[in-house]
């Protein structure tokens, strides 16, 4: 599958920005049966875990510095995912990846090595 990123721009603290994510299914299968996670990355740090939705009961889980503040949702019939992303603050400042896994686990999947494929990316900058 292939992962395209967008949404992203230079917001003031406390603004919102909805990220999306549209996948074309190369391969075939269903959009509906990935697991879908949005990742981000800071300048100078690691790759981390920001939420994820699960292929078949659309569970949700987020890392716990954006609970109550990010929103993650699927439209199956659109191939898309979202990252709705209120209250944003200037920590919230990175590169926003989309990814997706295959695997059809149905628990949380928080590590990078889990997720195959990977959107390009879409930079996010919170001013403060």
């Known amino acids: 599958v292939q992962l395209q990123a967008s949404g992203g721009g230079l917001v003031p603290t406390g603004g919102s920005l909805r990220l999306s994510c549209a996948a074309s299914a190369a391969s075939g299968r269903a959009f509906s049966r990935y697991n879908m996670a949005w990742f981000r990355q800071a300048p100078g740090k690691e790759r981390e875990f920001v939420s994820s939705?699960?292929?078949?009961?659309?569970?949700?889980y987020y890392v716990d510095s954006v609970k109550g503040r990010f929103t993650i949702s699927r439209d199956n019939a659109e191939n898309t995912v979202y990252l709705q992303m209120d209250s944003l603050k200037p920590e919230d400042t990175a590169v926003y990846y989309c990814?997706?896994?295959?695997?059809?686990?149905?628990?949380?999947?928080?590590?990078?090595?889990?997720?195959?494929?990977w959107g390009q990316g879409t930079e996010v900058t919170v001013s403060s």
């Open positions: 939705i699960t292929w078949r009961t659309g569970t949700t």
């Open positions: 990814a997706a896994d295959a695997s059809l686990i149905t628990s949380m999947q928080a590590r990078v090595t889990a997720y195959e494929y």
